[in-house]
């Protein structure tokens, strides 16, 4: 859906093999009042793609395994565009998947943005990545590496998170050092891996969590955040 305005697309079945290459499931791109519900989406690549220029997007109910996850973005491919605001991915689930609910972004500059954001009542089952934001999306290692992505992300939030992830690291966010994420918050995230404790790993990442968050080691929580802002 490129250039779109008022769309709905519901009760949509879309295969392909696992190890297809560049099968995204739907991509949006300059789209705006978009919504996507009750629909199986499996292939080799994003079951979900939202692109740059991309606002008020609502997606529902979507089961999405084999493929990479859904995904904002990638961002930041050309140094002036827009961004993806105002998104609502809820009551999802993620089976098998490279990544769950994730962010990326080109590792070099650009005007783009990703902001108000909300990824609520996900399940993850043997996701590889549950939860992560990649601001050094660079395939082949052409034309960006050793650059700092320009994409500003703020505004994030992951709640309600429960499941399964087939790495050590569940929680990954890999933001700008130019133009750290702002505004992310974890709100009762449950992910384990084998049975046992997962790690989460964040550099150039600003939060907190609220209520239960598990891996931990990312955040404050928000008492201690608000302490820690009036002193």
């Not at 978009?34 to 606002?55: E, K, R």
């Not at 990544?99 to 996900?122: E, L, Y």
């Not at 309600?160 to 966010?173: D, E, N, Q």
């Amino acid at each position: 859906m490129n250039k779109c305005r008022n769309v709905k697309m519901e009760s949509l079945n879309i295969y392909a093999p696992a190890n297809s290459p560049n099968t995204d499931g739907i991509d949006l791109e300059e789209t705006t009042y978009a919504t996507i519900l009750d629909s199986n989406i499996g292939t080799g690549d994003d079951c979900i793609s939202l692109g740059h220029g991309t606002f008020n997007v609502f997606i529902q109910n979507v089961f999405c395994g084999p493929g990479h996850g859904i995904s904002v973005g990638s961002l930041g491919r050309k140094e002036k565009e827009n961004g993806v605001q105002n998104v609502t991915v809820q009551s999802c689930r993620l089976s098998n998947t490279q990544n769950g609910v994730r962010i990326k972004s080109w590792g070099r500059p650009s005007t783009g943005f990703g902001r108000d954001i909300r990824f609520q009542h996900i399940t993850m089952t043997n996701v590889k990545y549950p939860i992560i934001i990649d601001q050094n999306y660079c395939p082949h290692h052409q034309d960006c590496p050793g650059q700092d992505s320009g994409v500003k992300i703020s505004n994030v939030t992951y709640q309600s998170i429960y499941g399964t992830s087939a790495t050590l690291v569940a929680i990954k966010m890999d933001c700008s050092p130019k133009f750290p994420c702002k505004g992310i918050v974890l709100d009762d995230v449950k992910l384990t891996y084998k049975n046992g404790k997962a790690k989460a790993s964040c550099s150039h990442a600003q939060g907190f969590d609220v209520d239960l968050v598990e891996p931990t080691g990312c955040f404050y929580s928000r008492a201690t955040e608000e302490f820690l802002s009036s002193i």
